[in-house]
């Protein structure tokens, strides 16, 4: 596959609806970049990052994290995590960017903004999780 692989609006929607799906809706759990990528239609992060082209991940994720505000819905992406080496089980950075926070994980973050942000990541969670609690209960 060639570097600059397109998405759509339909493809961001198809990675929202399964994040509710098989995240917010089941008990607010947490979904691998893979899974989501998967959905849409697209090739697996670590591959798009292989094959040269590691700014669409974090194009789509901007995307998902938009149309989330768009659909009025939750902020599902701060359901979204790595599985593997050392950001298992947390967002990427560009979550924390995009939410004017710092990453965490990064090693100049300051131990009040790493904190400040691990909170934030938390509420947001959250607050999928209860919406998505009402959502399957047809509370919505």
Not at 22 to 29: I, K, L, P, S, T
Not at 76 to 103: C, E, S, T
Request: hydrophobic share 40%; net charge neutral; charged share 30%.
């Amino acid at each position: 596959m060639s570097p600059s692989h397109e998405f759509s609006v339909d493809d961001v929607d198809a990675a929202i609806d399964f994040v509710i799906r098989n995240g917010a809706e089941d008990r607010g759990q947490t979904v691998s970049y893979s899974r989501v990528f998967d959905a849409a239609g697209l090739p697996a992060p670590q591959y798009l990052h292989m094959d040269g082209d590691p700014q669409r991940v974090t194009e789509f994720m901007e995307a998902f994290h938009n149309r989330c505000k768009e659909r009025q819905l939750p902020p599902l992406d701060a359901l979204v995590v790595h599985i593997a080496a050392r950001r298992a089980g947390f967002p990427g950075a560009g979550y924390f960017r995009i939410n004017g926070l710092a990453d965490p994980l990064a090693d100049r973050a300051k131990p009040e903004a790493a904190t400040a942000s691990v909170r934030f990541w938390e509420e947001q969670r959250e607050t999928c999780k209860r919406w998505g609690v009402k959502s399957r209960r047809g509370h919505l």
